[in-house]
């Protein structure tokens, strides 16, 4: 995967931007970065996308600008020009696809049906957009189509909202998806940055779901954790099951270890649906984890809370 594509693949959700007015895109940009998107694709369905890109990529360095709607040659290269680290077009034109590839820009096409997918992958693509999502039979049509294209990813867009984000994100061949609920037009048009940021920020939080999944006590040997253990269970009436380095207690919410780990006091784990994202959402806000903790599963910060090693888990 390219660095750009991880990158899109890390930020899950690009919002999908029509603006009329390229003073306002600037401002725009800082409500999406400060709500946790760092990405934008700029649509072409306006006359002031091209001088919108020029001012995003040149003022919030951050931001991770792609051109959308892009539908000739000349387009792409005005987009490219401006700036853009990627180039979005509703459908499958193989003469666009390829002008953009030749110029070394990461291209994601629109398709809709197999055969669109099919030509796109002869031109080397390993992720395509769909679209329209929702009207071309959602993610249940894309994990149909997950079973003959075992290499091809999605970036849904159309009809994704916050309501259906999730059905999208948990699937595991879904780089991300676009979408234009937080950046709707009329507010742009009244420049209701602080709402546009909210509703960004809620998106990044039903995409990562994070929520505590359990608490870790730390002992010092299996008899004190399991004695630990028979107080909860005498006491609230709850189960407990026995594990090699660990006792759960009642539905697995209580982790008691069998010798000190990770923290003074123990460990604290919060649930996410998605793992790589939520690591990177964190990083880009300037949080360190212990690399040496982190796997697919897990991953542990470096800093503690009220003695209690924090780290992240996997749904």
């Given at each position: 995967m390219s660095d750009v594509l991880q990158r899109i693949y890390e930020i899950g959700i690009v919002p999908v931007i029509a603006i009329d007015d390229a003073e306002k895109a600037v401002p725009l940009a800082k409500a999406l970065v400060r709500g946790g998107l760092p990405a934008a694709e700029v649509t072409f369905r306006t006359a002031a996308a091209e001088d919108a890109i020029r001012r995003i990529v040149a003022e919030v360095p951050e931001m991770l600008v792609g051109a959308g709607t892009v539908l000739t040659k000349e387009q792409a290269d005005r987009a490219i020009d401006a700036g853009v680290s990627f180039i979005v077009s509703p459908g499958f034109n193989p003469e666009i696809t390829k002008h953009v590839l030749s110029k070394g820009m990461l291209m994601i096409p629109g398709t809709a049906s197999p055969g669109e997918m099919e030509q796109a992958m002869s031109l080397g693509l390993s992720v395509v957009k769909f679209f329209p999502a929702e009207q071309n039979g959602g993610v249940a049509k894309l994990k149909a189509l997950a079973g003959p294209y075992t290499t091809l990813r999605w970036m849904p867009t159309g009809g994704v909202n916050e309501k259906n984000l999730l059905d999208y994100i948990k699937f595991n061949k879904i780089v991300a998806c676009g979408g234009t609920w937080m950046v709707k037009k009329d507010l742009i048009e009244a420049e209701n940055w602080d709402e546009i940021e909210r509703l960004?920020?809620?998106?990044?939080?039903?995409?990562?779901?994070?929520?505590?999944?359990?608490?870790?006590?730390?002992?010092?040997?299996?008899?004190?954790?399991?004695?630990a253990a028979k107080l909860f269970t005498d006491m609230f009436g709850m189960k407990e099951k026995v594990g090699n380095s660990s006792v759960f207690v009642g539905e697995n919410e209580i982790e008691i270890m069998k010798k000190m780990y990770l923290g003074k006091n123990g460990h604290i784990a919060i649930a996410t649906h998605t793992l790589p994202r939520a690591i990177a959402y964190f990083k880009a806000r300037g949080y360190e984890f212990r690399e040496e903790t982190v796997t697919d599963k897990a991953a542990y910060f470096k800093d503690e809370i009220a003695g209690f090693a924090l780290h992240l888990v996997q749904r």
């Open positions: 960004t920020r809620q998106a990044v939080q039903t995409m990562l779901g994070l929520r505590v999944d359990h608490i870790g006590i730390n002992t010092e040997n299996e008899e004190e954790a399991l004695a």
